[in-house]
């Protein structure tokens, strides 16, 4: 009876965590598809036995389409999109049907009004535009949360599906001013801190005579060059974001009590200059079982800096998530023939698992009505067609060694708080961690974007680049981190400001000047310093000197700093005389590094090699110039030819191009940007 049991159980088991283990291993290669469009199921048909000639294995619809599942209030629509589920299922092609909970359809602005986005001077906007939604209005979060739970019961159990989407871009669109707003922001405050007198204290109303009486008088910032105190705009943008994620942790709840065990994924587009919200509490979460984001590098081949922008996208969105990454979109428009393909294969070193091409065809209407896809307007494929089939032909031939897991030694730590704090600098938080994270494309390591509050930080070196707000937490963090043996680097603007974003009247680098033994005075601006310059240097040129070789640099402020115990490394030489610029202290176990300058791989990267050796961290492959490159396993390399030139990767004894299929004894050249996937024998 009990191995009967036992049997039984199993049987209802193994599927399950083998379905799992599928979804996790392997590479997708596929589109985003519109069929609400026309709706043809004819057109449909055609379509996908397009998609299945060309080897693709996903397909993500559903975006931005709620009223072609609910056209109007209560009325749902979904017998025509059953009909293309099941066209999908019998091609073999898995779905991502997004759940479309914004943009809300007109009908539901109409029926409350509260939704529509009112600007900062108190104008109801018509929403002409995507994302034109208040996201924490009550009336919007009932009916989405209505539509996403019909959606998800209809199709939980489709054999085509592959993964709800949750959203679109939720950092995107802009943000109301509405009364109720304000009204929600009073009650966040409310929860927040309890008292009136504590409020005025964390927001120094008593600058400018701002004091309040009640939480009712608290008015919402406006925006431009004098949008109010500091203090008041981080609540307040805390505030939004933290809308934002209750309201898609809600829509998650609701997919998993439907679907429960089916994956999550989004196009995470949280960093939009409209709203930009906090994605590191959804990331580590782990609630988003699949983080996914749309990858543009733009249209060219021969340049790199659109890749690399797009690749430090992938990053700042998965955190340190283990899990797998979707590009659940990925460009189309007017790419040169093969930048696709170099993109795709670029994306596989930062734990990439798919490619899905946006879009499939070139659309007939809209605000997109311009944008090529990879069938032209008429529906005949065109050569963007032909490249995804390529990728889907030769993904299939290494997929069983992806997507590669990144064994990161090197935290870098992001900060949302920072960002918006740091919007008064010339370089914001942003800037400085895509600096740091530069210096580990360029030598192929793998590095984990990180908020330190969150992480267990396990890692050899800790980059803190411009955290401008340091809380509590951050800074004990930091100090347990070093005192157990941790070295960690902190560029200026970091350590500036307390929780509240009231710059700190302790000594600065606020909480943790004793960890790195100085004392920063101020800062000075380089421009106006530069009427000193020994050198006759004009407007924000520098030269940092480190270790007795000279190094010209820019920025626009530099730190004073006074060591107070740290033994100074490397001063900035051009000016009157020499300032200190980067420190080194012993703290416990560990060590504290400051550079008194914006992070920037002029002054960090002789630093950085020194450490590299001195902490025992892993090394990328040893490739020329111009090549990407990821160890994806014991025997198993992933190379990509980012230059017009033929380069030569050195190598003893025999190896195998899965990719290509032919064998190497010894050096093997790479074409101009191809790419090739060797197993070591």
Not at 23 to 38: I, W
Not at 57 to 74: C, F, K, N, Q
Not at 136 to 146: C, S, V
Not at 602 to 620: A, T
Request: contains cysteine.
């Amino acid at each position: 009876m009990k191995t009967s049991k036992l049997l039984s159980l199993l049987l209802i088991v193994i599927p399950f965590f083998f379905g799992v283990a599928t979804n996790a291993q392997g590479l997708y290669v596929g589109s985003n598809y519109h069929p609400h469009d026309d709706k043809n199921i004819e057109k449909i048909k055609s379509d996908i036995q397009l998609m299945k000639a060309a080897g693709f294995t996903s397909v993500r619809m559903g975006h931005l389409a709620w009223d072609s599942y609910e056209p109007a209030e209560g009325r749902f629509d979904f017998e025509w999109f059953d009909k293309v589920m099941d066209l999908m299922d019998k091609a073999g092609i898995k779905v991502i049907l997004d759940i479309a909970v914004h943009p809300a359809p007109i009908w539901l602005h109409k029926k409350f009004p509260s939704i529509d986005i009112v600007d900062p001077t108190g104008n109801q906007l018509y929403p002409n535009h995507r994302y034109m939604d208040d996201t924490g209005d009550p009336n919007f979060q009932k009916y989405a949360l209505r539509f996403t739970d019909v959606i998800t019961k209809r199709y939980a159990k489709h054999p085509a599906l592959l993964a709800f989407g949750i959203d679109n871009e939720s950092g995107d669109g802009p943000i109301s001013y509405s009364e109720t707003v304000r009204l929600r922001f009073v009650d966040w405050l409310r929860k927040k801190y309890g008292s009136i007198d504590v409020l005025n204290k964390a927001w120094a109303n008593q600058r400018w005579s701002r004091n309040l009486n009640q939480f009712e008088e608290v008015g919402l910032p406006s925006v431009g060059p004098k949008n109010g105190a500091p203090e008041k705009i981080l609540d307040f943008r805390v505030f939004i974001s933290d809308e934002v994620n209750q309201f898609l942790f809600k829509v998650i709840d609701k997919v998993n009590a439907n679907a429960p065990n089916v994956l999550t994924n989004t196009n995470a587009w949280f960093y939009s200059a409209l709203k930009y919200i906090d994605w590191a509490e959804m990331a580590y979460s782990g609630k988003m079982t699949r983080e996914g984001c749309g990858f543009y590098p733009g249209n060219s081949l021969t340049t790199n800096w659109g890749v690399m922008n797009s690749a430090f996208g992938i990053s700042r969105i998965q955190f340190e998530s283990t899990n797998p990454f979707w590009c659940s979109e990925f460009t189309t428009m007017t790419a040169v023939p093969n930048s696709i393909r170099k993109s795709a294969y670029a994306t596989l070193m930062y734990g990439n698992q798919m490619v899905c091409g946006w879009t499939w065809q070139s659309m007939h209407s809209g605000e997109e009505q311009y944008l090529e896809g990879m069938l032209d307007w008429d529906g005949i494929p065109n050569r963007k067609y032909e490249e995804y089939k390529k990728m889907a032909t030769e993904f299939k031939k290494i997929e069983k060694f992806f997507p590669y897991k990144l064994q990161s030694e090197v935290g870098l730590a992001s900060s949302f708080p920072s960002q918006i704090a740091s919007s008064y600098f010339p370089e914001q938080q942003e800037n400085q961690l895509q600096a740091c994270w530069g210096l580990f494309y360029y030598r192929n390591m793998d590095a984990n974007v990180v908020e330190i509050s969150r992480s267990a930080l396990k890692y050899k070196l800790l980059i803190v680049p411009g955290i401008t707000v340091m809380d509590e937490t951050t800074a004990t963090k930091i100090r347990d981190f070093v005192k157990n043996g941790g070295t960690v680097i902190m560029t200026s603007n970091s350590a500036v400001v307390d929780e509240t974003g009231k710059v700190f009247a302790s000594t600065r680098p606020g909480r943790l000047s004793d960890v790195f033994g100085i004392r920063v005075a101020s800062f000075e601006e380089t421009e106006t310093f530069n009427e000193i310059s020994r050198k006759s240097y004009k407007g924000k040129k520098l030269e940092f000197t480190y270790k007795g070789n000279a190094i010209d640099t820019e920025s626009s402020w530099f730190d004073v700093i006074e060591p107070k115990g740290a033994e100074v490394i490397g001063s900035i030489t051009s000016l009157d005389k020499d300032y200190p610029m980067m420190t080194s202290n012993k703290y416990g176990k560990g060590r504290a590094i400051y550079v008194g300058l914006p992070a920037d791989g002029s002054v960090l990267n002789p630093l950085l090699d020194e450490l590299i050796v001195e902490l025992g961290i892993k090394k990328g492959p040893d490739v020329p110039a111009g090549v990407m490159a990821r160890q994806i396993d014991k025997n198993h390399y992933l190379y990509l030819n980012i230059s017009g030139e033929n380069k030569e990767i050195k190598m003893t004894g025999k190896s195998r191009s899965i990719l290509f299929d032919k064998d190497y004894n010894g050096s093997f050249t790479i074409p101009p940007y191809e790419p090739e996937f060797i197993e070591i024998k």
